[in-house]
């Protein structure tokens, strides 16, 4: 079996798909290596096992797929289910998410172990607005740990290495509105000095390049509607850019149907706030990914640093995105504090790509650079544990709830058992 960009097989002896509780507890008390799978878009082995994987999308945990608290607005999930299965029933009970990743595709529970984040001066990580989880452990037993919970800063982002989590508690929001304007032709120069000013002109904002080109080639504004017209921002016109006459795909050259509707035209929040919509193949599928997230102070700096790699990794992109998260408490966050975040979407040549990710990080590391933990990278797997000032504590969790390492496969043995 192979993962969602078939650059990876994982290396499992088979998969299972439980359909209840019981059956998913046998399998992680009776198996000496368990790990779950989500929707298969890592890009890196942080979920690989050389045992067996469960895939929860059949699982029936005997309550709702989806339940929305009416008094506190949280939202509890089956955790095998797409964010794009669950935002219509969240809009249907008036609440929504504050933030949505660039494709509704990938699983509650796998990008929320892995810090993914869509993109917001305001919005955290989709890790960010968890506030309670259930897990089964390596006993077979359910545990519950919700926010306030000594251990729940280390149980969020925790790269499947604590338990199997089968249920989700999200924090929601009242429904709202966001309407989609891109932009064309603004400037590097008027990027770099204004970078705080452009990621916050809107209530989500993605700048869209591949490093080499003579001006940024475009960006993305996603405001919210509370008026039910609202306004395009105005700065990126100010600063020379002008508005898109046609919709726009991320890659160059590709027809946006796949895309979320642009020209300004207001839609529910979760038609919106992602890139790519739900019945569509997102991006190109034949890629590989990377990301890295800043302290927004070295923002500027680290585009610079980018821009000057551009001749070397320009022709290896497909196209790269700068974005911003809000910071959270979470121990293994990428984004401890409000960050910038570098995305790169590279062509499927693994080899070119690993010969040029050293000199990258080279460039971002100085800066306080936390490679995504499901992504690609070169960063060695035992220098990781340095960046995160709780990683101990967390080992120590893992240790706790996993002594036998049922949990353990991938880079997370390496990080574990360094």
Known sequence: MKNWAANLTYSSARTERPRTLAELAGIVAGEPRVRALGSRHSFSDVADTTGVHVQLDLLDDGRPALEVDAATGVASVRAGLRYGDVVAGLHAHGRALTAMASLPHISVAGAVATGTHGSGDGTRSLAGDVVGLELVTASGETLTLRRGDADFPGVVVALGALGVVTRVELATVPTFDVRQDVFTGLSWDALVENLDAVMGSAYSVSVFTSWFEPDVRMVWCKSRVDDGVGAAPALLTELGAAPATGAMHPLPDVAAVACTEQGGVPGPWFERLP??????????????????????????????????????????????????????????????????????????????????????????????????WGKLFTVPVTDLPGLYPRFDDFAALADRLDPTGTFRGGYVSELLER
């Open 275 to 372: 890139h790519f919509r739900l019945d569509f193949t997102p991006s190109l599928g034949e890629e590989l990914q990377s990301e890295y997230l800043l302290p927004r102070a070295a923002g500027p700096d680290a585009v610079r640093a980018v821009r000057a790699l551009g001749d070397r990794l320009g022709p290896l992109l497909l196209t790269s995105e700068i974005r911003t998260v809000a910071g959270d408490d979470l121990w293994l966050s990428t984004a401890p504090g409000d960050s910038l975040a570098l995305h790169f979407t590279w062509k499927q040549d693994w080899p070119a790509v690993r010969d040029a990710l050293p000199e990258l990080e080279a460039a971002l590391l100085p800066l306080g650079a936390r490679p995504h």
